[in-house]
């Protein structure tokens, strides 16, 4: 299976085939894939597959090991090897995109441990390990409002994941592994901002994020200063 979405975030739609069905649980797997499986604090993709010119809402996507699950409305008359359209809800994508590019902006500007994250449609947000209130709400968003208002250009590398050993400090988030590929770790590299290990969805700019608000901070525990961020539309 190729996962498109990890090499080019912009693809909405592809034709591929059925790989496998797993009737109990209405989910199919296909040859290859745009649906991004839910990891990482990024939720899955829904959309739709169309045999025929017959639409079936994916109602979620999920990630197990190197496969990626699409679970579907009704999985009734699909069969193995079937040709398909598989297309992504794009306006959704598309947000979570740029909230997780604007997430990784805030892991940069907080020199702090991440203890958690999630993104979501309306807000997202990353926890840190922060007892003494370090953070500050107006100083954090004119920061990263500064680093939106220029084109920083997102890109992906593909490096040896020994590269941790002697660098541990390149994963962030204290919660999440980074997902590892034949031996190698996905970097998301965002100008001279951020370099990081994610195998999430991008988009290819930060000026593609827009001004950006700073929502509640939040104390979830002595770890847990949780920040939430908001887009503008
Ligand atoms: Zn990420």
Redesign the pocket.
């Known amino acids: 299976m190729t996962n498109l979405f990890e090499e080019n975030a912009y693809i909405k739609e592809i034709k591929t085939k059925i790989k496998s069905l797993d009737m109990e649980n209405n989910a199919v797997e296909l040859e290859n894939t745009v649906f991004y499986g839910k990891s ?3 939720p899955g993709d829904i959309g739709q597959i169309i045999i025929d010119g017959r639409k079936i809402e994916v109602k979620d996507t999920l990630k197990d090991k190197n496969s990626i699950i699409n679970i579907l409305e009704d999985i009734g008359g699909i069969i193995i090897g079937q040709t398909v359209i598989a297309r992504i809800d794009w306006q959704r994508r598309y947000k979570y995109m740029r909230m ?1 590019s604007a ?2 902006l805030m ?1 940069a500007t907080i020199p702090l441990g991440v203890t958690g ?1 999630q993104i979501g449609y309306e807000k997202s947000r990353l926890d840190f390990n922060d007892p003494d209130k370090q953070i500050n709400k107006e100083e954090l968003e004119i920061k990263i409002n500064n680093l939106l208002s220029k084109d920083n250009e997102i890109t992906y590398e593909y490096i040896d994941s020994k590269i941790l050993d002697n660098k541990p400090e390149l994963v962030r ?1 204290m919660s999440v592994k980074p997902p590892k590929i034949d031996g190698k770790l996905r970097f ?1 590299k965002i100008g001279t901002i951020d370099f ?1 290990p ?3 969805t ?1 988009v290819k700019s930060t000026n593609e994020i827009g001004p950006i608000k700073i929502g509640k901070i939040e104390n979830k525990g002595k770890m847990n200063r949780r920040v939430n961020i908001l887009l503008n539309d």
């Open positions: 990482g604090g990024q997780h997430l990784h892991c994250g988030t998301v990081q994610c195998g999430g991008h």
